[in-house]
């Protein structure tokens, strides 16, 4: 009676079984045919050409002319390979790998639909083999395969740009992280139809993280570290290649009510960026460099190998400062740059100071700085020419991060020390400051600050050589300062 019940129950459960397997086999083709297809595929990839032209390539900070409303083209573009040696910090070179001869790489502007051939050339002169990856590429490696090259060779590829967007490229070759911290990234723009709207100044801005022997500000030429690199452990983290790679001379510049976009990138490769303009708030953030949105941010976070597109009007004059606010890399290791706003005033938005007063809830006490990490030493006897070079070297060392590279200072926090008359009236008042620091109000050409100098810890001859650097800078009146007035003003 058992396996007469066992047989009854598997011709009940027989049509059920087959049901479970031709049902569903059913439903799976359907929902295949039903797979979702982007309009990069079904589309974009397959959109028409309307004539060829020549692609403009451009080094940082300077961007290619928008596509606007142009349909899309077959583009040509070739881009160099070249490893050259270059300043990453005063006094301080760097070997850098390179697309285009600058870091970050020539900045590639397409629009969506486009057919590009691309030709990549590696130098004669260099050592090593190199590719290009572009992440805006749908294909094997993003064209790092087939743009594999040796020096003194050339390689020709075609792609197709169907995602609308800001991407990075960088080398593929092995090892891919040495290639990328030596400076081998860059970014393409792929606009939508139509192009992103109009704007009056485009910038392009690449921050990146290297990692040398030396450490920071130690002179010469700085090899790679793979152990600094492998650990996380950058001595630079800085805009467009250097230190003042969007300072001094490289500052970018805009007046009072230009709308500005900023194509930012991240190159790493390994620290991920968290991008802050002082003195600014983003209109407009398209949010890792693609088609979504967002408003009113005041800090951006861009990941290594990402990017951003960050829009705002400049509303008042002021040097605006670019900074990774992962602050210590901006103050201690480089990441900062500046945009210089000039125009008339507009006290609706900034009023400036309006009033002062004293608050001292816990006394004046000066701070002390601690003795720096980098044992900083300075011979004695030197020359003025000398002085003034151990002093500069100092200077970038210690002291530029709050009066900057070109002793302008950061508005409304630290005065400049460029042209000052507070420092040219009274070189002994100088010593002072650096000796035993300074709290409280002072006025330097016509502009007042409240901040604190802390006093720093430097030996006689580190005080007298790098006042003597900042007394022959920028349009001050040329004192030599010796080591023995500095001792006769310690206390």
């Given at each position: 009676m058992e396996k007469v019940r066992e047989k009854v129950n598997l011709r009940v459960f027989y049509p059920f079984i087959l049901f479970l397997i031709f049902g569903l086999e059913g439903c799976?083709?359907?929902?295949?045919?039903?797979?979702?297809?982007?309009?990069?595929?079904?589309?974009?990839?397959?959109?028409?050409?309307?004539?060829?032209?020549?692609a403009i390539l451009t080094a940082p900070p300077l961007v290619p002319p928008p596509v606007g409303n142009r349909p899309a083209k077959k583009l040509y573009m070739e881009m160099e390979i070249i490893e050259k040696e270059a300043e990453m910090a005063d006094g301080v070179?760097?070997?850098?790998?390179?697309?285009?001869?600058?870091?970050?790489?020539?900045?590639?502007?397409?629009?969506?639909?486009?057919?590009?051939?691309?030709?990549?050339?590696?130098?004669?002169?260099?050592?090593?083999?190199?590719?290009?990856?572009?992440?805006?590429?749908?294909?094997?490696?993003?064209?790092?395969e087939a743009s594999f090259v040796a020096p003194g060779q050339e390689k020709t590829f075609s792609f197709k740009v169907i995602n609308p967007g800001l991407y990075v490229y960088h080398c593929a070759t092995a090892?891919?992280?040495?290639?990328?911290?030596?400076?081998?990234?860059?970014?393409?723009?792929?606009?939508?139809?139509?192009?992103?709207?109009?704007?009056?100044?485009?910038?392009y801005v690449m921050q990146?993280?290297?990692?040398?022997?030396?450490?920071?500000?130690?002179?010469?030429?700085?090899?790679?570290?793979?152990?600094?690199?492998?650990?996380?452990?950058?001595?630079?983290?800085?805009?467009?290649?250097?230190?003042?790679?969007?300072?001094?001379?490289?500052?970018?510049?805009?007046?009072?009510?230009?709308?500005?976009?900023?194509?930012?990138?991240?190159?790493?490769?390994?620290?991920?960026?968290?991008?802050?303009?002082?003195?600014?708030i983003f209109d407009k953030v398209y949010v890792e460099g693609g088609s979504q949105t967002n408003t009113n941010v005041q800090t951006t976070l861009v990941p290594a190998g990402g990017s951003a597109i960050l829009e705002f009007v400049a509303d008042v004059p002021s040097n605006l400062v670019l900074v990774d606010h992962s602050i210590f890399r901006a103050f201690n290791k480089g990441a900062l740059g500046i945009l210089a706003v000039s125009g008339e005033e507009n006290p609706a938005v900034f009023a400036g100071e309006i009033m002062e007063g004293i608050y001292q809830p816990e006394g004046s006490v000066i701070q002390t700085m601690p003795q720096s990490e980098m044992e900083l030493t300075a011979p004695?006897?030197?020359?003025?020419?000398?002085?003034i070079a151990a002093g500069k070297k100092l200077y970038m060392q210690a002291c530029f991060a709050c009066h900057q590279t070109d002793g302008q200072g950061v508005p409304n926090a630290f005065p400049p020390l460029a042209d000052a008359d507070y420092l040219n009236a009274d070189p002994e008042r100088a010593i002072d400051v650096l000796l035993n620091g300074l709290s409280g109000e002072i006025t330097v050409n016509g502009k007042n600050y409240n901040s604190i100098m802390p006093a720093q810890q430097l030996?006689?001859?580190?005080?007298?050589?790098?006042?003597?650097?900042?007394?022959?800078?920028?349009?001050?009146?040329?004192?030599?300062?010796?080591?023995?007035?500095v001792k006769s003003r310690r206390k």
């Open positions: 799976g083709s359907e929902a295949s045919e039903k797979t979702y297809r982007p309009e990069s595929v079904t589309t974009n990839s397959q959109m028409k050409l309307f004539g060829e032209e020549e070179t760097y070997m850098y790998w390179t697309f285009g001869g600058s870091v970050p790489g020539s900045f590639i502007r397409t629009r969506v639909g486009d057919l590009v051939e691309f030709k990549i050339k590696n130098h004669p002169d260099n050592k090593l083999p190199h590719n290009i990856d572009l992440h805006a590429v749908t294909g094997q490696g993003g064209g790092a090892p891919v992280g040495m290639h990328v911290a030596n400076g081998m990234y860059g970014l393409i723009l792929v606009e939508p139809a139509g192009g992103l709207p109009p704007v009056d100044k485009e910038f990146g993280d290297f990692y040398t022997e030396g450490k920071y500000g130690q002179t010469g030429l700085q090899p790679f570290s793979m152990q600094k690199a492998i650990d996380e452990n950058p001595d630079y983290v800085v805009f467009n290649g250097s230190v003042n790679g969007l300072s001094g001379d490289n500052a970018i510049t805009a007046k009072v009510g230009e709308s500005i976009r900023i194509f930012f990138g991240n190159g790493g490769p390994n620290l991920a960026s968290s991008f802050h303009v002082i003195g600014e004695k006897d030197l020359s003025q020419e000398e002085q030996t006689n001859e580190e005080v007298a050589n790098v006042l003597t650097y900042v007394y022959h800078s920028w349009g001050n009146i040329g004192t030599v300062i010796s080591p023995e007035m």
